[in-house]
């Protein structure tokens, strides 16, 4: 970890197209499905969390979430999405993930990152659209780059309806 | 009459042959569009449905609004303290007086014409007044309309759209002390409450295939084998499912409900109340007490089969009350034969300590909800189920056999299918004609 003065200093000069870099390489890591390596992405202390879609405001810890992962059940999530017994993404769907509208904001030791989102699922003849936008808590990385302490897609569809489930990684 | 010659269910949609122990559901009632009217009127019209839990409607003021069986339901608590169950459709010309799914309110007002109704129902208020009759609502015909039946029990809001059903408890037969059992956990015994938040879903398939799959035993090796997997990689080992050192089996509860239960036998933690390896020794000394606390209230065998026990509970027709690793209460409706929409909430125990709270939640997203990692499995199988019915012509009958022979015996292993039997038994009497 570099010591604070140095970060602070780094994370006033990260540009946006630094961030929407990482956060198109999330996203191209996702529809190759390369998911471990989308894993590794997160801090060992690192969240993945999908609000209900009748409250995206709650708390995890409170309410009812769609998807409540610690670092450790995140990357089991990745792992059993590459196995043939994850039966409703095997075979694998096509996804694609669009990013856009990314702000920047340093906080401390970590950037507060927020972006919208459109993801694209299709899978047997069935076209399913997941709209939302993601808040991101990224720190930096020993190596420079970042990494995610936090993700927390918010979905703007008010019911599973007609996706029935969000059987990808948003 | 919706009938087509020859039409029987009775005669064709079930073979239930108990001499030889085979029993068969034919595909087309999984497809066919007059079954699926004929379950509208003889089912849906006609059963006790779940609506909604009394902690959802606690405080004077609260309401919720939601379909069930498709008509839209306005549930709420007057200022006076009383539980009332109406359509949410204005009685002037039918909007939706209700547009929001749960707050407070003191009166409803139709946006329409602004007819204004009392949080008891009665029409209060229709601008320029003088141009109506005093006849009009002399009765009053114009208040709001309440379901033709609605009770509670043990916190659960039932509705019945048939005015002469049977009573509720009558209805539940011995499914009641098992709704009273999952209104019954936590230390406190300070009740149960609904958790903010709900998993609002669908599936592409024939609404009873889900309750088939929801206490299926059978399934779980291979459908959840990735679950198994998850589970191993985080407790070192998966405590094998039926030969531990309790008990499992499926129960005819009367009526169409049915139950799979056992106790210790499966490879998850409670929170309410049965601990896990990885929860470490604080979480367990916390549940112990908890069992400690349920068994002082209600008697130690009674304790340790609801803290130490699961239970998939299903309520004829649509209610699923799931009492796994986290309490769950799911209920769904078609709007086609191949489409319906699910409804799931987590209920807990009122005054359930932050730190089981928390785990609570946890450990319900690791197995269930559309984004767990194990309903999306059940939902692909549902679908897969349904594209194969479009062969029916070709392979025309599903076979729930399994454990026919001895299922009149003590104890039907909970792999068994006694459960979807009973079922499809209540399904074909009702269908055919038979009162609730």
Known sequence: MMESARVQARLSEVTRTEVEDFLFHEADLLDRWELDAWARLFTDDGEYLIPPTDLPDGDPSKDLFLVYDDRHRLGERAKRLGKKSAHAEFPH????????????????????????????????????????????????????????????????VDTLRPQGKVSIIL | MNQQAGFDPISWAVVDDRARGVFRVHRRAFVDQQIFELERERIFSRCWLYAGHVSEVAQPGQFVARPVAGRPLLINRDRHGRLHVFFNSCTHRGAMVCRENAGRARNFSCPYHGWTFADDGRLVQQPIPESYSPACNAAGELNLREVPRFDEFCGFIFVSFDAHAIDLADYLAEAGDYLRMASEHGAAGAGMEILGG?????????????????????????????????????EGAVLNMYTAKGFGRVRNLGRGHAVSESIWGTPWGRPCARSMPSWGEDIKAELDGVFEQM??????????????????????????????????????????????????????????????????IRNYLEFLGPAGFATPDDQEMLELCQRGYQAHAGVEWNDLSRGMLDEDGDSPAKQDELQMRTFWRRWRDLLAGAEV
């Not at chain 1, 970590?110 to 694209?120: E, G, Q, S």
């Not at chain 2, 592409?204 to 399934?219: R, T």
Request: charged content about 25%; proline content about 4%; overall charge positive.
């Open chain 2, 198 to 234: 709900t998993q609002t879903y669908c599936a592409k398939a024939n609404w009873k295939l889900l309750q088939e799959n929801s206490a299926d035993g059978y399934h779980a090796d291979t459908t959840h084998a990735s679950y198994m997997d998850y589970i191993k990689a985080r």
């Open chain 2, 295 to 360: 068994a002082g209230r209600l008697g130690r065998e009674r304790a340790d089969f609801i803290c130490h026990g699961d239970r998939n509970l299903l309520i004829f027709p649509n209610l699923v009350v799931n009492d796994v690793g986290a309490l769950t209460v799911r209920t769904f409706y078609p709007s086609a034969p191949d489409y319906f929409e699910i409804t799931a909430w987590a209920l807990a125990p009122r005054g359930e300590s932050q730190r089981l709270r928390d785990l609570r």
């Open chain 1, 93 to 156: 769907s096509r996804t694609r993930h669009m990013i856009s509208n990314v702000r920047v904001r340093p906080s401390g030791d970590m950037l507060r990152v927020t972006c919208n989102f459109v993801v694209y699922r299709s899978k047997q003849g069935v076209n399913d659209i997941y709209p939302g936008h993601s808040e991101y808590d990224l720190v930096l990385a020993a190596d420079g780059g970042f990494c995610i302490r936090r993700k927390r897609a918010v979905l703007d």
